[in-house]
């Protein structure tokens, strides 16, 4: 796309940036990207509007007015100093979840039992405890392998699938997002590709995407009930290549960081954590997301290796 784009308009008339991402962390929305590209492209001078009209339009319209000019004076920003606003993002980037151990576990516990229920959070906060029992043992003073395991696990446990998609778009909090930002009959359309309903690509076998009307929110309430079914017998998403992939690195995961724990020294520590660490790679859905799991246990298998090689080291006696 970005090849095409430049072909067409030159590449000193192009500018490239991820709008959506510097949105979401420095106003809070990724739906700020709209103003905030309109403020990069005015920085610029591709827009013959002056600024005064630009911001009394914002004012004018009476949605989400400060939130909007905002976003505009940051995309100005942005097209005079992209450095200089990345900064911005790393020292004032709000962090949601808690880097505090037992307020990590305490959150990532209520997510899983919101997720599915309380007995599925219940397997989570087992596996952590014997991770913190194991490396307790060690008398370092680090929890950094039990606070790696108590991130990547719930990541792994909570993968998004059909129920949880559905789940979220059911919940008050997306309407309410909405009608804060729009006004009038606006009206929604999702673009999905169901496993069990989606045609794939002739060349590559990827699922192709549909566009669904709002009549699906009634879908996704029906179905944000049925999570309760996920993993079951009859879970009919659950029987799809992906699905039961997803399931599989939970079991994986569980049984690398039980031999971790049976064999964790301190002179293996470190080996550990970044081999607890590996899954935060696995990102994206469909074949982006098989490529990154190929690749991480492509790592893990080198990483474990060593692991089990690994010999503590000695001091000898004088």
Same mark, same amino acid.
């Given at each position: 796309m970005k090849q095409s784009i430049a072909e067409s308009v030159s590449e000193n008339d192009s500018w490239f940036f991820d709008a959506s991402h510097l949105a979401s962390q420095l106003l809070g929305d990724s739906i700020g990207s709209n103003l905030f590209v309109v403020g990069y492209a005015f920085q610029l001078g591709l827009i013959p509007i002056s600024e005064d009209a630009l911001l009394k339009a914002i004012e004018l319209n009476g949605v989400a007015i400060d939130f909007n000019q905002r976003a505009f004076i940051l995309g100005r920003w942005a097209a005079h100093d992209m450095d200089k606003l990345s900064e911005l993002i790393k020292e004032e980037k709000p962090e949601f979840i808690p880097q505090d151990l037992d307020k990590l576990i305490e959150h990532r516990i209520k997510f899983l039992s919101d997720y599915q229920d309380a007995s599925y959070a219940d397997q989570y906060r087992h596996m952590v405890d014997r991770v913190y029992r194991a490396e307790k043992e060690l008398g370092t003073g680090s929890q950094e392998l039990t606070k790696s395991v108590a991130h990547v696990l719930a990541k792994l446990m909570a993968y998004k699938d059909e129920y949880e998609v559905a789940r979220l778009y059911s919940q008050p909090d997306f309407k309410k997002k909405l009608d804060e930002q729009f006004e009038?009959?606006? =009206?929604?359309?999702?673009?999905l590709a169901p496993p069990l309903l989606s045609e794939k690509e002739p060349k590559t076998g990827h699922l192709i995407k549909k566009e669904y009307g709002p009549w699906v929110l009634k879908t996704f309430n029906m179905l944000a009930k049925l999570k309760g079914l996920r993993g079951s017998k009859f879970d009919i998403f659950g029987k799809t290549e992906e699905r039961k992939q997803e399931? @599989?690195?939970?079991? $994986?995961? #569980?049984?690398? %960081? $039980? $031999? /971790?724990?049976?064999?964790?020294?301190?002179?293996?520590? #470190?080996? @550990? /954590?970044? %081999?607890?660490?590996?899954?935060?790679? %696995?990102?994206?859905?469909?074949?982006?997301? $098989? =490529? +990154? %799991?190929? !690749?991480? =246990? +492509? =790592? !893990? @298998?080198?990483?474990l290796d060593e692991f089990r090689n690994h010999k503590p080291h000695q001091v000898a006696a004088q």
């Open positions: 009038g009959n606006y =009206k929604l359309s999702f673009h399931r @599989a690195l939970i079991s $994986e995961y #569980k049984g690398v %960081i $039980e $031999e /971790i724990c049976q064999n964790l020294n301190a002179d293996n520590l #470190k080996l @550990a /954590i970044r %081999i607890a660490d590996l899954p935060r790679d %696995i990102r994206g859905y469909g074949h982006v997301k $098989e =490529k +990154a %799991i190929r !690749e991480v =246990k +492509a =790592k !893990e @298998a080198t990483l």
